[in-house]
């Protein structure tokens, strides 16, 4: 069992949802693979708030993360978000 966070179908194709009380970023960049980050920023701890164009954006210094794989696009950020274990079952993305 998975305690689902999200329907699979609520994540856009090239784009995510942040979902900051479970603290987590779940993205799919290419059709039906999803991949999940931390959603506080490597930086200095804020909460990332936004995902545009590919990326995944902390408001509070600039930093941009890439959707496929956290990678950093755009400092200050020297770390990438870091990655989470996620499942889905039944259409539902959850924690394992
Ligand atoms: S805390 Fe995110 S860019 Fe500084």
Redesign the pocket.
């Given at each position: 069992m998975i305690e689902p966070l999200i329907s699979a179908d609520a994540v856009p194709v090239g784009g995510g949802v942040i979902l900051p009380a479970a603290g987590v970023v779940i993205t799919q960049p290419v059709e039906g693979t999803f991949v999940a980050f931390g959603s506080t920023?490597p930086?200095?701890?804020?909460t990332v708030r936004a995902i545009a164009a590919g990326t995944i954006n902390?408001f509070?210094?600039?930093?941009r993360f890439r959707i496929a794989d956290g990678a950093v696009v755009g400092g200050?950020?020297k770390e990438p978000l870091p990655h989470r274990a996620i499942k889905i079952e039944g259409g539902q993305i959850g924690l394992p």
């Open positions: 920023c930086h200095q701890g804020c902390c509070c210094h600039g930093s200050p950020a």
